[in-house]
């Protein structure tokens, strides 16, 4: 059971980045990849200042896994870079977006394998937007950068349609859960 809430919260949190950054490529498709890319290089920055904190302070242990002072000197490094090279970074951020839209389509059609297999029920419309997504990641990636910023529209829209895809696979995951807890109870 711990298992499967651990997926069922990575998907939830999966869905909600992906809503919020498809609205944010449909509501300002100019501006979206420098944005993303400015607030991708803070959050590894802050990240990596926490790890640093958390090197020097074993108090926050339960908060954080594990964490060296090589692991935070990187991500601030790395997230400095991010931050004063934004126009290269943001044509890279293009290409890793699209691999990140491949991985995860990928990663849903694994899901509704997993699913499949505790229950009868198929997932026929799963399966399509899963395999949209997957398509149209491959397309977005051979596209030259340029090309992939003028269509943030579609990309908006593919991310809102990923998102929505891991809020169906986070209720039938919560439904497979409470019907194997009445089960073992």
């Given at each position: 059971m711990k298992t499967l809430n651990?997926?069922?919260?990575?998907?939830?949190?999966?869905?909600?980045?992906?809503?919020?950054?498809?609205?944010?490529?449909?509501?300002?498709?100019?501006?979206?990849?420098?944005?993303?890319?400015?607030?991708?290089?803070?959050?590894?920055?802050?990240?990596?200042?926490?790890?640093?904190?958390?090197?020097?302070?074993?108090?926050?242990?339960?908060?954080?896994?594990?964490?060296?002072?090589?692991?935070?000197?990187?991500?601030?490094?790395?997230?400095?870079?991010?931050?004063t090279h934004i126009s290269a970074m943001t044509i890279l951020f293009s290409y890793m977006l699209s691999l990140f839209i491949i991985i995860d389509g990928i990663y849903c059609l694994e899901a509704y394998v997993f699913m499949r297999s505790f229950t009868q029920e198929t997932f026929k419309i799963d399966y399509l937007l899963s395999w949209i997504v997957i398509i149209c990641g491959i397309v977005l990636f051979f596209m030259a950068p340029d090309t992939i910023m003028s269509v943030s529209y579609v990309i908006g829209g593919l991310l809102v349609i990923y998102g929505v895809m891991n809020l169906i696979i986070v209720g039938r995951l919560s439904h497979i859960v409470r019907k194997y807890k009445n089960l073992i109870e």
């Open positions: 651990k997926i069922k919260m990575s998907f939830a949190m999966n869905a909600i980045l992906a809503l919020i950054i498809g609205l944010l490529f449909i509501v300002n498709p100019h501006d979206s990849f420098t944005i993303i890319t400015m607030i991708c290089g803070i959050y590894i920055v802050v990240k990596g200042m926490i790890d640093l904190v958390y090197y020097y302070h074993s108090w926050l242990e339960p908060f954080f896994l594990t964490s060296t002072l090589l692991n935070g000197i990187i991500k601030c490094v790395i997230g400095i870079f991010i931050l």
